[in-house]
């Protein structure tokens, strides 16, 4: 539905986006995801028409929209700073850009209602923003955005400023909203868990640079890049810089056979996440002495920071009977299918070469 081919972007001749090519399909929920100041909000930006693309095309549907003004495209932006008008009601602050451009009262009363129901308003209609909640005033920011029968959602960290509880409450709704309307929606956010919470496919970026695009269990099963493999996944996978020798990386007192083609890396960066290890390790694991540093309870699960003759490292282990204590000695297990190993220059990932 939405392409863009090539896009950059730079300020001051300083690249902020570098040939970014990219395809939305129709009804998708792309959530955008990367570091700050990695250029998310300069996409959107590009992709409402608020600013010019220094290269590239956009294009959506049969329709070179590169040079559209940005009430030509008809786009919805939802940002964190949700400017509500604090004189006017809920009512009149969601139908204010239909006033202006005195819009059929018909044609948008319907709507309206609609709009009030989806996001739960319709009994706050009457009052003014000051006596509604953060995540009320987020939501009639949407219903506002979304009352234009917008062809595109393009929101920029809608939570960000809200609560822990009213990010939950927004977040559904949003997800609500999506699955009613199927509008195509570009999200951004810097939050990996929302990203991995909401996308149909999620779009990672770094420094400018697409890093690798795919569905969230895709990303996680398989990250491209190391960059990718340190970001996505909470708590983060464990990456260390192990040394090869004749093919093999060592781990411990372990060996693992590199892929053929690597036999004479002399260093891969080796990853494994909380989750793949545990200290019950069965009779096919791969199992590595260790001693215990600290552990922090993180709700359901204990976080285990410890030692081992490979590095430190992290697991996490189910809130359930006798938990190691810090200065215990244990035995590690993981899998060598959970294992994932990235070039030592390059960081490309070594056993899954793909985008
Ligand atoms: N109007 C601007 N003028 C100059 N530099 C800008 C401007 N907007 C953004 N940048 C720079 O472009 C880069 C990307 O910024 P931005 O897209 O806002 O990042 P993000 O939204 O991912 O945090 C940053 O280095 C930022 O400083
Ligand atoms: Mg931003």
């Not at 399909?25 to 995801?33: A, I, N, S």
């Not at 990718?228 to 781990?251: K, T, Y």
Request: glycine share 8%; hydrophobic share 40%; charged share 20%.
């Amino acid at each position: 539905m939405l392409r863009l081919q090539n896009v950059s972007k730079q300020f001051d001749g300083k690249p902020a986006l570098s040939a970014l090519s990219l395809e939305i399909r129709d009804g998708e929920f792309v959530v955008l995801v990367g570091p700050s100041g990695c250029g998310k909000s300069t996409l959107l930006r590009l992709l409402a028409g608020l600013d010019e693309v220094s290269g590239g095309e956009i294009w959506l549907r049969e329709e070179n929209i590169t040079t559209m003004t940005p009430r030509e495209r008809n786009f919805a932006m939802i940002f964190q700073n949700y400017a509500l008008f604090p004189h006017l009601s809920v009512r009149d602050n969601i139908t204010f850009g239909m006033k202006i451009r005195k819009e059929d009262k018909a044609s948008w009363q319907p709507r309206l209602a609609q709009v009030a129901q989806m996001l739960q308003l319709d009994d706050l209609l009457d009052r003014k923003p000051a006596k509604l909640s953060g995540g009320q005033r987020q939501r009639v920011a949407m219903a506002r955005a979304i009352v234009r029968n917008p062809r595109l959602f393009l929101m920029d960290e809608p939570l960000s400023n809200l609560d822990a509880r009213l990010r939950t409450e927004v977040r559904d709704s949003i997800m609500a909203l999506h699955q009613q309307l199927k509008t195509s929606t570009v999200y951004v956010t810097h939050d990996q868990t929302e990203a991995m919470s909401m996308a149909d496919r999620i779009v990672v970026l770094n420094g400018g640079h697409v890093q690798q695009v795919g569905r969230p269990e895709h990303l996680y099963a398989r990250p491209a890049n190391l960059f990718v493999a340190g970001f996505i996944g909470s708590p983060a996978m464990n990456l260390l810089r192990l040394p090869c020798a004749e093919g093999q990386v060592r781990v411990g007192e372990l060996t693992y056979p590199l892929p053929p083609a690597w036999a004479t890396q002399r260093e891969v960066w080796f990853g494994l996440r909380p989750e793949h290890i545990t200290d019950s390790p069965g009779p096919q694991a791969l199992t590595l002495p260790a001693t215990v540093i600290q552990r922090e309870l993180m709700g359901a699960d204990y976080l285990l920071h410890v030692s081992t003759p490979t590095g430190a490292l992290r697991y996490t282990r189910r809130h359930r009977g006798a938990i190691p204590e810090k200065g215990d000695t244990l035995t590690l297990g993981f899998s060598p299918a959970d294992i994932h190993l990235f070039h030592a220059e390059t960081q490309h990932n070594l056993l899954h070469k793909e985008s």
